[in-house]
């Protein structure tokens, strides 16, 4: 389980570090960076996959989405003495982003290339990646430690070269892919490769979770929810049939859901109090649909380390969001939740979970700090690895 998370220099994050529990909620009002939050987590998630530089390039580039403010804002700034102001930079320009879980660290620190005649000059660097014992960095403690193309790790008190000639644009974590000299290295990649995003699903007229699917077992659903049905059907044969068929009831008093086969395809029935047949996938309303999209979503057979969902409330009837709230609060007990959402009843309903790490977000002059947290959780200590 991840017990903290850190970023800095990523749009309107300055210097946030967030401690983490089973079940977190991030709320917060529209501009606060909640949006940020999630999306500086979503690249995170990149490094074991070899995506991070890319993805800063479809986001525009390093100078787009480095925090654009003052390296320090002071006191005067603070209190409106004086006007927000650019100060001289004292350290390099660095977008950087780390976790700690139970056992193990990682960071990961971009900057600016060195300036050369390559068409591709503006791609952001890789300068230093470490892997460290939780639950601190502090260099006694590091186990893996990548600076530019070099990598090496700790073996007892001598460190030993894992690659001289790594690419300044792929991370450690992707290149370097050798269980049985490096664990902590596939340790690390195992666990973020794991982490699933859940942003928003289609439900319009044409879109996939409307449409029979193939009949095959499905513990994971699609990102586009395309087999739905079968997500469903998994759940009821080898997962929670009981708490799918609860949650439906929660939400839809007196409904159920029923999947038949038609020519090898998987059809869903949904038979609700006072109709005189049941709906097909096609007939939902949207509501309807997205409700047991995360249903299908929260209830898997297969729970990851970590479950990220982005506003689960959108196009949810207000009705809906208690139940929804409940569903994730459930989810909760089989693997970590990460929740942003602007819902009052979500949030409300999630607060009532004595173990709800509920952080609010506010963004003074345009930095997103944080506002408000349980007060049993204290902001963690955490040290970045320099250059």
């Known amino acids: 389980?991840?017990?903290?998370?850190?970023?800095?220099?990523?749009?309107?994050?300055?210097?946030?570090?967030?401690?983490l529990t089973r079940l977190n909620l991030i709320t917060g009002p529209n501009g606060s960076g909640k949006s940020n939050l999630y999306k500086a987590l979503r690249l995170l998630s990149e490094t074991a996959r070899g995506g991070i530089v890319s993805t800063l390039a479809r986001e525009g580039g390093l100078d787009s989405t480095l925090w654009a403010g003052p390296e320090n804002?002071?006191?005067?700034?603070?209190?409106?003495?004086?006007?927000v102001q650019g100060?001289?930079?004292?350290?390099?320009?660095?977008?950087?982003?780390?976790?700690?879980?139970?056992?193990?660290?990682?960071?990961?620190?971009?900057?600016?290339?060195?300036?050369?005649?390559?068409?591709?000059a503006h791609d952001p660097e890789i300068k230093r990646e470490c892997i460290f014992a939780a639950p601190l960095?502090?260099?006694?403690?590091?186990?893996v430690d990548r600076r530019g193309p070099l990598a090496r790790m700790r073996d007892d008190r001598k460190w030993i070269t894992l690659a001289d000639s790594l690419p300044t644009f792929d991370t450690m974590l992707s290149e370097l892919n050798d269980p049985e000299r490096a664990p902590e290295i596939a340790r690390v990649r195992d666990t973020v490769r794991a982490w699933r995003f859940y942003d928003h699903f289609r439900v319009d007229v044409d879109a996939p979770a409307r449409q029979p699917c193939v009949a095959t077992?499905?513990?994971?659903?699609?990102?586009?929810?395309?087999?739905?049905?079968s997500a469903l059907e998994t759940i009821r044969e080898i997962g929670d049939g009981e708490s799918l068929a609860a949650a439906i009831d929660d939400a839809f008093p007196g409904a159920r859901v029923r999947v038949v086969a038609v020519d090898g395809r998987l059809k869903l029935e949904f038979s609700q109090p006072g109709l005189l047949r049941p709906l097909d996938?096609?007939?939902?309303?949207?509501?309807?649909?997205?409700?047991?999209?995360w249903a299908a979503v929260l209830l898997t057979p297969r729970p990851?380390?970590?479950?990220?969902?982005?506003?689960?409330?959108t196009s949810l009837h207000p009705d809906l969001l208690p139940a929804l709230a409940r569903l994730i609060a459930k989810s909760a007990t089989r693997t970590q939740v990460w929740v942003v959402s602007h819902a009052r009843q979500i949030a409300a309903t999630l607060e009532e979970d004595a173990q709800c790490n509920s952080i609010q977000l506010a963004r003074p002059l345009g930095q997103t700090e944080l506002a408000k947290s349980r007060e049993s959780l204290e902001e963690p200590v955490w040290n970045w690895p320099e250059r």
């Open 87 to 120: 100060t001289t930079r004292s350290g390099p320009v660095s977008l950087r982003l780390g976790f700690c879980d139970d056992e193990l660290g990682y960071t990961i620190d971009v900057g600016i290339p060195k300036p050369s005649l390559s068409l591709f």
């Open 137 to 143: 960095y502090r260099p006694s403690a590091v186990m």
């Open 281 to 293: 996938a096609a007939e939902l309303s949207d509501g309807t649909l997205r409700f047991l999209l």
């Open 304 to 313: 990851p380390s970590l479950m990220v969902l982005n506003e689960p409330e």
């Open 73 to 83: 804002i002071s006191r005067r700034m603070r209190s409106g003495e004086v006007p």
């Open 217 to 229: 077992r499905t513990p994971v659903l699609a990102p586009d929810g395309r087999d739905l049905t």
């Open 1 to 19: 389980m991840l017990t903290t998370l850190a970023i800095a220099n990523y749009r309107s994050i300055r210097e946030l570090v967030i401690p």
